[in-house]
Every structure is written in structure tokens, then in C-alpha cells.
């Protein structure tokens, strides 16, 4: 399987060694998957840049009437190896591992990275594909889009060019000049290889949090996750079982991050100012997320690079060569010439040949009528080819053509026609015509719990039966996942018969069980399999240390499962991130439903304990604070910081009981806010320590320090909300 750690480069490849996992173990394999650092011009058939530039122009001194002129480029770039670079790197792999005395068990096999989805873009001179009308030097970029991904992983592109894009080309080959630029935005799917990856959030205190933090103003949900992981109401943990490098570090830190928004919209909405409802405690599993090395990761990766001249697999005149002039005769071209391009991957796809037939049927008036035909077979190691014609007149420059499509296995080929079309350019966009491709991956399936999954698949022409297998007309395949092998595919060759597609599992567990799954109908050509909760639920519980420990050594949690079993387990806490994962004898029910006692006891730092009240829970997640601790987050953007006012001191003391100018008895904070941007945080623990509702009181009052004159001071006044918001007194400094 395709992880990030243990990347390593060679050159201008980068390359990740495949895993696989036996009976829990990891263990490296001599499978390593390679990416060159940017995409390149391809090779041809002839041996030669796949680069083909029709340039035509008006002949000099012609003083007829202006014929249309410029140029077209066809080109097809790709990622992968030549096969003997892959031979090369597979030899250079097999010496380092060697210097480092850890000789390779088995030959050396290079694979490709396994993008699943993507886009490529190709700019000439800075220019892409024009949305209206005509840009400086070019008319049209064709091949920009989805990415092909497969197999030789190539892309291919024809660029229409004005008369000053073709000059330019021209000199820029003789010069030397890069004009192309491509990107590809790729998607691949990772596993995470000894790394356990944790998203969580106190959801009650969250939705607290949400609901005052709107009160203060517009709140988007980057702001939001900000806010509550800086007051540790939620967070983001890494264990791996080897250090990882910066690079996978940032990569898991964004995923989690994209996890934790995500949940955060879907929990709480988007809109800046929109107010949750009440607290649902359900939310919890929306909120908390564990992925381990079972769990496929997608991975963006940019490609940029621009395609150059130079290029040393090529002859310096090779490029010079690729041009080819024509010159129009008596206003008009004598010669039509039509570029055919099949973007068929035949070193994958099930796919033996294409054939292409072109016509040309056109009389002038009082001229005998002009037919031409001509037939292209593409192949493996062909993929362009070139039609010409002379022509019956200036305006009569459509063809029409007919396609045959030829599978391996003799399978019946596929026809199709086109109408009558004018243009100097046709691709046959064939990409898997006729072919079903499934690929298939375990997702939520953790190998310590689940052995793998027997996925049998079915396409059959008259849906609607209850096993599609057992249907003689169905085509059906079985494909086995499991530790060593995640990951699969089935190309099944269906040519133009309708059908639909059925899938089921047969999921085995890690002490033997056995679970079916029914067999059910997808339009999905990419499956990931979740195994069945009687799997992988565990009865389990993670303990999580959150919020503010001042003034405790510990927190001691006793935990025992609801019932008279009798085992009860203890747990200590020292400080936020402490984290313990409860494994109780006692198993789940028939449901997974698990419920559990649980009771705090928070020992001081001056000895004193206090024991909080028991509570009954059913989550698999359970975050252990100092739940008498309260924090205040102080918002000030209402007062006039800098303005009306040159500094503001905040003075906040435990304890509500105030009348006008009496202050209250409690501990005592004070703050200096400057900015209307301030947002500090007070925490202080409630004086009645027996209270565990989260809404404890405090009061405050506020000096404000104008530029000149009195300063103004408030009377004492009580709250209660998380998020205090400062507003300044209604005479506004009187």
C-alpha cells in the first residue's frame, strides 16, 4: 500500500516505498511507486518529440486577398518513465539500499502513483484556453480539463495560433524559448502507515462557545475552529510509531484541519451569523473522528513545469524538423490536412485498435465532384495520424468520418459516425469507450479488527434481480482486499450494451467471522468499503485531558461499565493532552450500544481533593476537564479603542453577588485592552467548586481612558456568558 512515510528522491523522481501489513506487522516491500518532479514532452512512434507544428502563411509579395493564416500545434505530454529510466532507477534503488546494509528481498518494481482524479492546463505564452473571441497569439486551446491518469499518464493538447503565435513559435523553436506551461492538479489516496490521527471536539462546550461567540458579531468557521482550539475546546492529535518528516506532518495537519471545519459547518452552519439551535448531544459523533492506518488519505500534489526545447532525449534539430510550411495558392489552401488524435492508453485499456475512416465528397459548380478516403488504424505506439485531400473549392472544406473501435478477445467492435464537420484537427476522445472500470478500496476497515473482504461485482443488461450473478447474460468478476492488497480494480470490455452495475461483500473478521452483505446496485465507478460496525466497533473508550489545570496535580477518573460486573479502572491526568484509551472486559451489545459510570476527582496542588458528581455516558470519547474551571473569552470591538478611548482596563473578579458600587469577594484579574481586535482569555475557577453547570458567575467593570479629560469607570456588573462582549457605558464618557 502507497503511504508517505519513508519518502526518499533519486534524480528528478521522488519515491515512496510500498507497505503491506501480515498479521499486524508491517513490513516493507521491494515495490516502489515513482514520480517524476514535472511533466514532459512524450516520445513519438519515430522515436522523436511528440510535437507536431502546421504552419502556414501567405506567400511574401502576395498581394491577393489576405488568406487565413497561422498555425496549429499538436503535443502530448506525460509523467511517466521510459522504460529504461524505470530499469536505471530500479538498478539505483536496489545500490542504495545496499550501501545502507539493507539489501532488497525481491527485484525491484517501479509503479506509477495512482492518481484518481485531476486537471491538467497547458498556457502558451502565457495564454490559456480563450473564453471569448481571439487572444494575443492564440484562437483556441483544446485539451485542457480532466486529467488522463492511467497508465502512461499522458495528456494530450492542439493550440490554434494567430499569425503572431505562429511566428513566435517558430522563433522561439530556433531560439530556444520556453512558451508552454502545464499544471496538473492530481488527487491520489495514501495510508496512514503507523499513525493514528485524531480530530475532537467537546461538543456541549462547543456549542456553547458557537452560540455567544455569534452574539459578539459574524463568526466564519476558520475563525471558529481557531477559537476553540486555542481555548482547548478542540484539537488535533498525531501518535506515529516513527517520527515523521515536516512535509507528512503539514500533509496530516491539513487533512485534520479540513476535517474539523468540515464538521464544524455541518454541525453548526455557515453562515457567519448564523445561531445553532439547541444542543443536540448526538452532534458528538459528528464532531470526533479517529483515522488509522487502515483509513486511504487523499493527497493533493500541483505540478508545474514548463516544457522546453532543449530537451537532451532529442536531437537539437528535432524540434525544426516537427515544423511544416504550407502556403496557400490562389486566395485559398489547394490542400486540406486534418491532424486525428485517439487518446486511447492501449498499453492499459483492453482496447487492440481504432480505426478511422475520413471522406471527402465535394463538387464545385460545373466541376467534376472531388471523393477522397482515407483510413488511419491506431494502435499501440501510434496514436496520431494525418488525412489530406486536395480540395473542390475554398469553401468546401468539411469531411465526415466514421470510427471502429476493436477489443481484445474478439468482443464485437463499436461504431460510430460523425456528421460532415469543418476543421484541421479530430480527437477521438476514446478514454475507456466500451470499457467498464471499477476501482476499488477498503476505507473504514482497521486491519487489527477485520482480516478483509471478498467483493464480488456484477454488470448485467436487465437490472432489477435480487442476485445478479446468478443471471446468465451478467458479467461478473471477484476481486479479494485485505491487508496486503487495500486496493483493486475490474476492466470488464461491454462495448454499447446497456446495464447496471451490482456489487456486494463478504467481510471477514480478524477472529474468524464472517458478514454478508446484500447484493446492491451503484452508478459509483470508484467504491469505498467501510466494514460492517459488528466489526469494527470495539468497546473501547478514549479518555482526553482538555482546558486549563491550573492549580491541580491530577485528575483521577474511575470508570466501570454500567452493570454489576464489578471491574472498575483509574486513570490519571496531569495536564491537557493526556490521553488514555479504556478497554473494559465487558462487551457491547447486540446494537454496539456501550454505557459506562464515570466520576472526576480533582486532587490540588495544596492536597485538597474534590470529587465531582457520577455521570452515565455512551460516548466512545470522553473529555476529562476541571469542569468547575470557567474561561471567559473578552471581546472589545464595540468599544472605541483608539478613537473615543485611549486604552480600556477591564477588572474581573469571581463571584456575582453585586449591588451598584460593591464589589464582590471573589479572585480578582485585570486586563489592559488596546486594540478593538483584542480577544483575551480569563480563566478562574467558580467559588462554589461543587457547581458543575457549565454557566458560573463573575463580575466585572470597566475603566476607560480617554485622550484627555476624567477617565470613566462602571459599576460592577454580573455575568455569566463565555463570551463577554464590552460595550461602552450609554452617556458615552458623559
Not at 458600587?661 to 467548586?689: C, I, M, N, Y
Request: glycine share 8%; proline share 7%; charged share 25%.
Amino acid at each position: 500500500m502507497l503511504t508517505l512515510a519513508g519518502s526518499f528522491r533519486l534524480g528528478e523522481v521522488t519515491l515512496w516505498r510500498d507497505r503491506t501489513l501480515r498479521d499486524g506487522e508491517r513490513r516493507f516491500t521491494s515495490r516502489f511507486y515513482a514520480l517524476r518532479d514535472a511533466p514532459r514532452l512524450a516520445r513519438a512512434a519515430d522515436g522523436g518529440p511528440a510535437f507536431d507544428f502546421l504552419w502556414y502563411r501567405r506567400p511574401a509579395g502576395d498581394d491577393g486577398p489576405e488568406p487565413p493564416h497561422g498555425g496549429l500545434v499538436i503535443l502530448t505530454v506525460d509523467l511517466a518513465l521510459s522504460p529504461k529510466e524505470r530499469a536505471d532507477l530500479a538498478a539505483a534503488i536496489s545500490r542504495r539500499f545496499a550501501d545502507l546494509g539493507e539489501p532488497l528481498d525481491g527485484e525491484v518494481e517501479i509503479l506509477p502513483v495512482p492518481f484518481h482524479d485531476g486537471t491538467v492546463e497547458l498556457a502558451f505564452a502565457g495564454e490559456t484556453d480563450p473564453a471569448e473571441g481571439e487572444g494575443e497569439f492564440t484562437r483556441r486551446i483544446a485539451g485542457s480539463g480532466p486529467a488522463r491518469l492511467a497508465g502512461h499518464q499522458t495528456a494530450s493538447f492542439m493550440i490554434e495560433l494567430n499569425s503572431d503565435g505562429a511566428a513566435l513559435l517558430a522563433e522561439a523553436i530556433e531560439s530556444g524559448t520556453d512558451l508552454f506551461h502545464l499544471r496538473y492538479d492530481l488527487l491520489f489516496s495514501h495510508r496512514l502507515d503507523g499513525v493514528k490521527l485524531r480530530v475532537w471536539c467537546d461538543a456541549e462546550r462547543a456549542h456553547h462557545a458557537t452560540a455567544q461567540g455569534r452574539m459578539a458579531g459574524p463568526l466564519t468557521v476558520p475563525a471558529l475552529r481557531e477559537s476553540l482550539v486555542e481555548r482547548r475546546i478542540a484539537g488535533i492529535e498525531m501518535v506515529a510509531a516513527e517520527p515523521l518528516d515536516a512535509e507528512h506532518q503539514e500533509a496530516l495537519k491539513t487533512l485534520a484541519t479540513t476535517v474539523l471545519d468540515t464538521a464544524l459547518a455541518a454541525t453548526y452552519g455557515t453562515a457567519p451569523d448564523e445561531a445553532p439551535g439547541p444542543f443536540d448531544p448526538a452532534v458528538a459523533s459528528r464532531l470526533n473522528f479517529t483515522f488509522s492506518q487502515s483509513y486511504p488519505v487523499e493527497q493533493p500534489l500541483a505540478l508545474d513545469a514548463a516544457l522546453t526545447f532543449d530537451d537532451p532525449r532529442f536531437e537539437p534539430e528535432a524540434f525544426a524538423e516537427r515544423i511544416r510550411k504550407v502556403e496557400p495558392g490562389r486566395g485559398f489552401f489547394d490542400v486540406l490536412e486534418v491532424q486525428v488524435f485517439a487518446t486511447v492508453d492501449f498499453a492499459t485499456e483492453p482496447i487492440d485498435k481504432v480505426k478511422a475512416t475520413l471522406t471527402y465528397d465535394h463538387a464545385a459548380p460545373g466541376d467534376s465532384p472531388i471523393r477522397r478516403r482515407g483510413e488511419l488504424v491506431f494502435q499501440k505506439g501510434q496514436t496520431t495520424g494525418t488525412f489530406r485531400t486536395d480540395l473542390a473549392a475554398p469553401d468546401l472544406r468539411s469531411i465526415s468520418y466514421e470510427v471502429e473501435v476493436h477489443f481484445d478477445g474478439g468482443a464485437p467492435p463499436m461504431h460510430f459516425s460523425h456528421s460532415p464537420v469543418e476543421t484541421e484537427v479530430i480527437v477521438l476522445d476514446l478514454d475507456a469507450c466500451g470499457v467498464l472500470k471499477v476501482d476499488l478500496a477498503l476505507r473504514d476497515a482497521p486491519f487489527d479488527r477485520v482480516r478483509g473482504a471478498v467483493v464480488d461485482l456484477a454488470y448485467e443488461d436487465s437490472p432489477g434481480g435480487d442476485d445478479p450473478a446468478g443471471a446468465g447474460e451478467a458479467l461478473t468478476h471477484r476481486v479479494i482486499l485485505d491487508q496486503a492488497n487495500p486496493a483493486g480494480a475490474w476492466h470488464q470490455v461491454v462495448g454499447d450494451r446497456p446495464g447496471e452495475l451490482h456489487w456486494k461483500a463478504a467481510w471477514l473478521g480478524a477472529s474468524g467471522e464472517r458478514i454478508e452483505t446484500d447484493w446492491q446496485a451503484t452508478a459509483q465507478r470508484r467504491l469505498l468499503l467501510d466494514a460492517p460496525a459488528e466489526l469494527t466497533q470495539r468497546t473501547e473508550v478514549e479518555l482526553l485531558a482538555s482546558g486549563d489545570f491550573s492549580g491541580l496535580e491530577q485528575i483521577l477518573v474511575d470508570i466501570e461499565p454500567v452493570g454489576d460486573s464489578g471491574e472498575i479502572d483509574q486513570f490519571s491526568f496531569r495536564q491537557p493532552g493526556d490521553r488514555h484509551l479504556w478497554q473494559p472486559a465487558a462487551a457491547a451489545g447486540a446494537d454496539g450500544e456501550f454505557r459506562y459510570r464515570l466520576r472526576q476527582s480533582l486532587v490540588f496542588a495544596d492536597g485538597r481533593v474534590l470529587e465531582q458528581p457520577p455521570v452515565e455516558s455512551d460516548r466512545r470519547l470522553f473529555v476529562v476537564r476541571d469542569a468547575g474551571r470557567r474561561e471567559v473569552q473578552v471581546v472589545s470591538r464595540l468599544l472605541d479603542l483608539g478613537g473615543a478611548w485611549t486604552l480600556a482596563l477591564l477588572t474581573l473578579e469571581t463571584g456575582a453577588d453585586v449591588t451598584d458600587q460593591t464589589p464582590p469577594t471573589g479572585d480578582r484579574k485585570s486586563l489592559v485592552l488596546r486594540h478593538p481586535d483584542d480577544r483575551p482569555t480569563w480563566s478562574f475557577r467558580a467559588t462554589a467548586e461543587s457547581d458543575s453547570h457549565p454557566s458560573l458567575d463573575y463580575s466585572y467593570r470597566l475603566t476607560l481612558v480617554p485622550p484627555a479629560g476624567e477617565r470613566v469607570v462602571t459599576p460592577w456588573i454580573s455575568g455569566r456568558d463565555e463570551v463577554l462582549v464590552l460595550r461602552p457605558p450609554q452617556d458615552n464618557r458623559g
